[in-house]
């Protein structure tokens, strides 16, 4: 039984039972029955509402940095309290965490496949890649298919936001026009991890390749080079994606 359950079933007004052995039998503090919650006087409640006006201006602060910054709109305040109003209403700086990039023991993981092979041959080894389009009221989001060997664009989407459903469209679609590759590489972004695109390729009995790191292949001419796997395909992006349309 949960302590809100337990504090129900006290009676204050039980002429065989006084209060303190009602709480010592069920557990729980007298103090938490004799309690009355004392609601927030205006002074903090302006506060509260320039922490969240700083923090929605900022939500990569943290309680040091908007009381550093309080100042400015006329209020003083330890970052202690900063911090206790800033628990008290939900916020949480954005910031990297530690151990982001462990892999979880129940995903399954795709070793890097292109290490000294050459490619010189149309779909033998696909590509694809997300960015976004600068647009005047905001940003599109655009997934490219690109044939590593062709440097062609097989497919492509845009989409407004950055949801999985427009990747496996674009794959989808390629696949109906250009047949299946043999190795297809991505990133590790949410939207290649998820179940929708990997049930995709998996089923068409095409090995995935991960793990972004450098590759000697042999280029078209017959020279060696390292190249990074995002360069095929940032090209691409470098060129559409840095003016707005």
Same mark, same amino acid.
């Given at each position: 039984?949960?302590?809100?359950?337990?504090?129900?079933? &006290?009676?204050? =007004? /039980?002429?065989?039972?006084?209060?303190?052995? *009602?709480?010592?039998? #069920?557990? +729980?503090?007298?103090?938490? &029955?004799?309690?009355?919650?004392?609601?927030?006087? *205006?002074?903090?409640? @302006?506060?509260?509402? =320039?922490?969240?006006?700083?923090?929605? $201006?900022?939500?990569?602060?943290?309680?040091?940095?908007?009381?550093?910054?309080?100042? *400015?709109?006329?209020?003083?305040?330890?970052?202690?309290?900063?911090?206790?109003?800033?628990?008290?209403?939900?916020?949480?700086? +954005?910031? $990297?965490?530690?151990?982001?990039?462990?892999?979880?023991?129940?995903?399954?993981? !795709?070793?890097?496949?292109?290490?000294?092979?050459? %490619?010189?041959?149309?779909?033998?080894?696909?590509?694809?890649? %997300?960015?976004?389009?600068?647009?005047?009221?905001? #940003?599109?989001?655009?997934?490219?298919?690109?044939?590593?060997?062709?440097?062609?664009? !097989?497919?492509?989407? #845009?989409? /407004?936001?950055?949801?999985?459903?427009?990747?496996?469209?674009? !794959?989808? =679609?390629? &696949?109906?026009?250009?047949?299946?590759?043999? +190795?297809?590489?991505?990133?590790?972004?949410? *939207?290649?991890?998820?179940? @929708?695109?990997?049930?995709? #390729?998996?089923?068409?009995?095409?090995?995935?390749?991960?793990?972004?790191?450098?590759?000697?292949?042999?280029?078209?001419?017959?020279?060696?080079?390292?190249?990074?796997?995002?360069?095929?395909?940032?090209?691409?992006?470098?060129? &559409?994606?840095?003016?707005?349309?």
């Amino acid at each position: 039984m949960i302590s809100s359950e337990r504090r129900e079933i &006290i009676c204050k =007004e /039980n002429p065989d039972l006084c209060l303190t052995r *009602q709480c010592k039998l #069920l557990k +729980i503090s007298r103090s938490s &029955i004799c309690y009355t919650p004392v609601g927030f006087d *205006q002074a903090t409640l @302006d506060l509260m509402h =320039e922490i969240d006006w700083t923090f929605t $201006k900022h939500p990569f602060f943290g309680s040091c940095q908007i009381a550093a910054s309080l100042p *400015q709109s006329g209020f003083s305040t330890g970052r202690h309290r900063v911090r206790r109003l800033m628990g008290i209403m939900g916020f949480q700086a +954005i910031y $990297k965490g530690p151990n982001t990039s462990k892999n979880h023991r129940r995903h399954m993981f !795709w070793p890097y496949m292109l290490r000294k092979l050459a %490619i010189t041959r149309p779909n033998q080894v696909w590509c694809s890649d %997300i960015s976004y389009i600068p647009v005047k009221n905001g #940003l599109l989001y655009l997934v490219a298919i690109m044939d590593w060997a062709t440097r062609k664009v !097989w497919s492509w989407r #845009l989409s /407004n936001t950055l949801d999985a459903n427009f990747c496996p469209a674009a !794959w989808e =679609e390629a &696949i109906a026009k250009y047949g299946t590759p043999e +190795i297809m590489k991505t990133d590790q972004r949410s *939207q290649y991890t998820g179940a @929708d695109w990997i049930k995709t #390729l998996t089923e068409a009995e095409i090995k995935i390749s991960w793990r972004c790191l450098a590759i000697s292949i042999a280029t078209r001419t017959g020279a060696s080079g390292v190249i990074l796997w995002s360069v095929i395909i940032g090209l691409l992006f470098s060129v &559409i994606c840095t003016k707005p349309l």
